[in-house]
């Protein structure tokens, strides 16, 4: 480390205007990047980790203004810097990369043109050689081709690519720090592992610093020097790397450290302070009996969509794309199966067949000995089985309706399928589901906005286990949570899967997390399944190479 | 979890923990939600109390003027503005404030009754055709493409003009013009959340097509809707008072704003202005008050608004 800091950061303080007062949102923060050091900034929601970020880049929202405290880079004040100053810092100085790279790209200029404007805009190119230094850095950021590639547009290229474009965008003008704002959250893990590869390479390669900010420790401790953990607008610990990991000092730290799923600890192991302990955690993992019947038996399912443009081109031999491409698979009663795979890989059109919310083009689909793959998705709402097959969905906003009360989404599936006609009588049922899932019962009165995640996606749960189905379908219902909410979300699933005696299917991308959960796992890719095994022996033993590559591609921290 | 929303949803999220989960009645939250947009918009405060008047305008006008609005008096014709008569009087000796504030019933009956016509039965077929697509989609589609093709101010004179010179016909023509918007506004808010996590979660607690359609996802395109609405009523006076203008509305001697104009622009030039001049700002204030009130009316019935 020099001594002099590339960045320093002295008792920030940035706070936001809001209809009930202010709120301050970063207190006191201090914090300094050396040169050519990458410093991870970790924190769940609310912690002030990207406030932070947009207040050293001054790009806070006409709300919010650093209140107290100084932002220096290189020996310029950027706390006070005024706008024009700062134009000429953000891009040439210091770049930012943010989470969803194709909405930072411009949805209608190709990609190449968008790395020549930023070259251009601080003169590192003229108009001559643009076209070859842009080509350059989409050699740079290891996209294949990259002559046919300057010319695509940001939709016709996968996540992974448009944020290795904005990775070359953010590197054009060589600045001297790089903040990536949770860079790799929504890729896959195969991606994300490349991505960060990349990143840490091209920055250690021109001695630039980095500062990450991310939710995920595992990462930011694969590939950061330094860590710095925030909780509550405050910064609570900064450790090396490896330190944080073996003996992290503050509470907090030590907190989402135990709720981070990694291998070797069983669901219990991620709560801060176990009261189980004492008592035994109850019996999941059930020993497969072969002679029982399973609930649900799928029989070489398959889900076709019509290519794009293949009707006007006429022609039929096109073919189509098959999403689900012939899978099978049983689940037992009471038995909980991961389905696990990356974006793309029909996991999502898997569930979505067996729910019954979409119809699948061939293929049987049992369920308690019905095949209810034969019955129309738009009439399955009134077939019996419906009560039967519920399922929690992936996004808890999303899935909840914006003017319905935690308490009318709950009671929602009472009054239609559960024969409740009475207010008091669904009053009563949606308060013991609120006390099943461990929602207070004055929140019931909520919209959805005036609920955290955690409480959204208990709420979600609490519509899906309503009717007491048999089989639940989980579409990633953590995947939008901070790790400590997830934590307890997990357990809870746990618990009432032991309590209802419910079958679930697990749908996730999550190896670390499926294996928590899960009896059996199945493994996807491409609309196949490529390998289905005990949770244990995917972890320990996958015979699939693609199986090895998602677990490979898993961060793992450096204990 | 997503990191550009983060920072910024984030102070809301921190403010929202300390709130006291205090158990309160539907409708005193709603008013407690009014009372708070009322109070932080100035600007809406003001267009809901500039309504306030139109409508006590509108219900209790005939009750409180001065003079009959009908009444001519032939020693009284064509005087300025005076403490007897506030607007003067026009050339039948009639007191102009009278004929203004009655004609408010009639020009809001017209208007209120074409945004109420056109609202039900475009946002209705907009939500259809948004949400079923297909044929049913192409035709409402067409339908409005056609509307749309005239100039909507000749198409509402060609009805009127064929059906009959009647307050009715006036309704309808008004409310045929204005039906293209509320179809397609209806049918873009109802598209997007056709496949929304919501909706499907109705659907496996077993609702209905229809009743998603009518409970999940029409009321979550209504803020937008309100916009519209508000900004319609507008229109509408303006183009009620057109035709009548042009002498294809309501006939004299009926008080209504377009009419009064029409009359009294005969009289500009020779220097009577208040016959014209009332009138008319009766129309501009009742324009810019259903202009105003669109905001307003949106944030009131967008629960997200509340907290």
Request: glycine share 6%; aromatic share 6%; hydrophobic share 45%.
């Amino acid at each position: 480390m020099t001594a002099l800091p590339l960045l320093h950061v002295s008792d920030l303080t940035v706070e936001f205007q809001t209809r009930n007062g202010t709120v301050t949102a970063v207190s006191s923060v201090d914090l300094t990047v050396a040169k050519g050091e990458t410093v991870g900034i970790v924190g769940e929601s609310g912690s002030g980790k990207s406030v932070t970020s947009y207040a050293v880049m001054r790009i806070l929202d006409r709300a919010g203004r650093i209140a107290d405290g100084t932002v220096t880079f290189s020996g310029i004040e950027l706390h006070n810097a005024d706008d024009e100053v700062m134009r000429e810092i953000r891009g040439r100085e210091i770049s930012m990369i943010f989470q969803n790279p194709r909405a930072a790209l411009n949805p209608i200029r190709r990609v190449g043109e968008q790395i020549e404007d930023v070259l251009r805009q601080h003169a590192q190119a003229t108009s001559r050689n643009a076209r070859e230094k842009a080509i350059d850095l989409l050699r740079l950021v290891r996209i294949n081709d990259p002559e046919a590639r300057y010319l695509a547009f940001p939709f016709e290229l996968s996540g992974g690519m448009c944020q290795r474009i904005i990775i070359a965008i953010a590197l054009a003008c060589r600045p001297r720090l790089l903040i990536a704002d949770e860079p790799t959250t929504g890729l896959d893990v195969t991606t994300q592992k490349a991505v960060m590869d990349l990143v840490v390479e091209l920055t250690r390669a021109r001695e630039m610093s980095t500062v990450l900010i991310t939710h995920d420790l595992g990462l930011a401790a694969q590939y950061c020097d330094r860590i710095v953990v925030m909780e509550k607008g405050r910064v609570v610990e900064t450790a090396p790397a490896r330190r944080i990991f073996r003996a992290p000092e503050h509470p907090y730290t030590q907190r989402l450290m135990s709720a981070t799923p990694r291998p070797g600890i069983t669901l219990r192991d991620l709560l801060p302070n176990r009261p189980e302990a004492a008592a035994p955690p109850p019996k999941w993992q059930r020993s497969p009996d072969a002679t029982e019947k399973p609930i649900l038996s799928v029989v070489d399912l398959v889900k076709e969509y019509p290519r794009a443009g293949a009707k006007a081109r006429g022609a039929e031999s096109a073919g189509a794309f098959r999403a689900v491409d012939g899978i099978s698979f049983d689940i037992l009663p009471g038995e909980s199966v991961g389905l696990v795979g990356e974006s793309g890989c029909g996991k999502s059109t898997t569930s979505a067949m067996v729910m019954r919310l979409l119809d699948p083009t061939s293929g049987t689909i049992r369920f308690e000995d019905r095949d209810i793959g034969a019955i129309p998705a738009k009439n399955f709402a009134r077939d019996p089985a419906r009560s039967r097959l519920q399922m929690v969905f992936q996004d808890s906003t999303d899935s909840l309706n914006p003017r319905f009360t935690a308490f009318r989404a709950i009671a929602d599936p009472l009054y239609r399928i559960g024969g409740v006609t009475r207010e008091a009588q669904a009053r009563a049922q949606v308060e013991r589901l609120a006390d099943q899932v461990v929602l207070p019962h004055d929140l019931l009165d909520r919209f959805p906005h005036q609920l955290s995640g955690g409480q959204k996606a208990r709420v979600g749960i609490a519509r899906a286990i309503a009717l007491e189905p048999a089989l639940l379908v989980l579409d990633e219902p953590t995947a939008a949570l901070d790790v400590s909410v997830q934590a307890i979300v997990l357990n809870l699933l746990a618990d009432l899967k032991a309590e209802l005696g419910m079958s679930y299917l697990f749908v996730s991308h999550d190896l670390n997390v499926v294996r928590l959960l899960c009896d059996r796992v199945i493994v996807m890719q491409a609309g196949r399944i490529v390998e289905q095994a005990s949770a244990e022996e995917i972890m320990t033993s996958p015979r699939d190479a693609y199986t090895r590559e998602l677990l490979a591609a898993v961060p793992r921290p450096p204990v | 979890m997503q990191a550009r929303k983060d920072g910024l949803a984030m102070p809301v999220a921190i403010q929202a923990e300390p709130v006291v989960p205090k158990r309160e009645t539907g409708v005193s939250r709603w008013l407690r939600h009014v009372r708070h947009v009322l109070t932080s918009n100035p600007v809406t405060l003001l267009a809901f109390v500039l309504l306030t008047v139109i409508l006590s305008a509108a219900i209790l006008g005939p009750a409180l003027v001065p003079y009959d609005p009908l009444q001519t008096n032939a020693s009284q014709q064509m005087k300025p503005p005076s403490w007897a008569h506030w607007f003067g009087t026009d050339q039948l000796g009639r007191d102009v404030f009278s004929r203004v504030v009655v004609a408010a019933r009639l020009d809001l009956i017209i208007s209120v009754a074409a945004v109420a016509l056109s609202f039900v039965f475009g946002s209705a077929l907009g939500a259809v055709s948004g949400y079923f697509g297909g044929w049913c989609d192409k035709l409402v589609g067409r339908l409005c493409d056609t509307i749309m093709a005239f100039p909507l101010f000749v198409l509402a004179m060609g009805i009127v003009a064929a059906l009959g010179n009647t307050v009715d016909n006036i309704i309808y023509a008004t409310a045929i013009i204005n039906l293209p918007f509320y179809v397609r506004m209806a049918r873009a808010e109802v598209n997007v959340r056709r496949n929304a996590g919501f909706v499907q979660a109705a659907r496996l607690s077993g609702n209905s097509d229809w009743r998603i359609l009518a409970l999940h996802i029409f009321p979550n395109a209504l803020p937008p809707m309100m916009v519209q609405i508000s900004l319609n009523m507008g229109w509408a006076i303006l183009n009620a008072a057109g035709l009548s203008f042009i002498g294809l509305g309501v006939r004299p001697p009926t008080p209504e704003w377009g009419i009064m104009v029409a009359e009294g622009a005969n009289y500009i030039v020779s220097g009577e202005w208040w016959l014209a001049v009332f009138p008319g700002l009766a129309l501009m204030l009742a324009v810019f008050t259903f202009n105003l009130l669109g905001d307003g009316l949106r944030d009131i019935v967008d629960p997200q608004r509340r907290t």
